[in-house]
């Protein structure tokens, strides 16, 4: 390994998890995999080749719909964010799903010249989260306006609940699930009703059967990590079969430097950390730049022969300094986990984000896209 910051995915893990999740309610639907945001920071490129068992993927812009679909030629692959009235031909001849919320780009739509693509469309219904979305009672009058526009196709419906994960009391998702049953429900008695209707996000499909509708949308339990420790108390509470998630990515680096600081030295930018005794330092080649918060100062621990050394002083921009006076035997270029397994002891997403006053969503989609993304597999 020739970088000195680096990540390593597990190739055999992402279809494992995708397996669990779809598995605790015996799911017989398809699965979409979410891989917006560079695969939740976990390499994009790297990632969609391994999802042999999803039948969709999911992204958020048309640059990262672009990007899947030169890896992935054949599979369906939604938009989920806004794509500009000048790009929205790029969609149709790239053979993308996209998600229409807004009157104005179906009106778009309507005056683009005829072609023998097809554009396919999912309605995004709003049902309380307000992002993006349309309202319930508008929803049946736009699919009768898609329904008459030659080469377009009302593909499917769906909406994201905005109180699933970070509660043990799903009373707000239940009235989501209604508002969006009742559109459904419309639609159906209209003869409007499309083929694919998706809710179910990884914390929904877990706890809710009801969610589920023809597809479900797997983020980030794709990457082995639990939405929330609310999400898995309610699982366990309601006597469920938990997943057997387990994570993709590892997280490392090296050291560059060791050396000896006298009792009573300031460690790093702003004199923030004094040493307490003579204290033996390594210097590690990572910083906030790569995506190690500047929130992790003195506040976060890495794993240096499978024991835990303590981040001493302020995050650089591309360095930090440890406390390795306790470890016996490390030596200059020495593998340091920043996050993942070592000897007996683990860094998990969810302790790093706690250490970064945040969520694992957020601790693992920061790393730096730069990084290299190594892909291990069984015995290589």
């Known amino acids: 390994m020739s970088s000195l910051v680096w990540v390593e995915l597990d190739a055999e893990i992402p279809n494992h998890n995708l397996q669990e999740i779809k598995a605790v309610n015996n799911f017989q639907g398809l699965q979409c995999a979410v891989v917006k945001s560079n695969a939740y920071g976990h390499g994009v490129k790297e990632i969609v080749p391994l999802l042999t068992k999803a039948d969709w993927l999911a992204v958020n812009s048309l640059d990262e719909g672009l990007e899947v679909r030169a890896i992935e030629p054949v599979k369906p692959i939604l938009l989920l964010g806004y794509v500009p009235f000048e790009r929205l031909d790029e969609v149709r001849c790239a053979n993308l799903r996209m998600v229409i919320y807004n009157r104005e780009t179906l009106d778009f739509i309507s005056e683009m010249e005829p072609s023998d693509q097809i554009f396919r469309l999912h309605i995004k219904v709003e049902t309380g989260t307000w992002r993006q979305g349309i309202l319930p009672e508008n929803v049946l009058t736009m699919a009768k306006q898609i329904n008459e526009i030659p080469g377009v196709l009302l593909d499917g419906i769906y909406t994201h609940f905005a109180n699933i994960e970070d509660t043990l009391n799903h009373s707000y998702a239940e009235k989501q699930l209604a508002i969006f049953k009742k559109v459904v429900e419309d639609l159906k008695l209209n003869n409007l009703l499309p083929p694919v209707i998706h809710t179910a996000c990884t914390a929904a499909t877990i706890l809710f059967a009801k969610t589920h509708f023809s597809m479900i949308r797997t983020g980030i339990g794709l990457y082995g990590l639990w939405p929330s420790r609310e999400t898995r108390l309610s699982a366990e509470s309601m006597n469920s079969t938990l997943p057997d998630l387990k994570p993709v990515l590892s997280w490392k680096t090296k050291i560059v430097q060791i050396k000896e600081a006298p009792e009573g030295s300031f460690i790093g930018y702003g004199c923030s950390y004094k040493t307490p005794r003579i204290t033996k330092i390594a210097v590690l080649p990572v910083g906030y730049a790569d995506g190690y918060r500047r929130s992790l100062a003195s506040n976060a621990w890495v794993l240096v022969k499978g024991k835990r050394a303590r981040i001493i002083g302020r995050i650089c921009m591309n ?62």
Do not use: H
Not at 329 to 339: A, F, I, N, R
Not at 353 to 374: F, H
């Open 319 to 380: 360095l930090c300094m440890i406390d390795i006076t306790d470890i016996q035997g490390v030596q200059l270029e020495e593998d340091v986990v920043l996050l993942g397994e070592s000897g007996e002891d683990i860094i998990s997403a969810e302790m790093l984000a706690d250490w970064m006053g945040t969520i694992n969503y957020e601790a693992v989609t920061g790393i730096s896209s730069l990084l290299p993304r190594i892909l291990k597999k069984e015995g290589v």
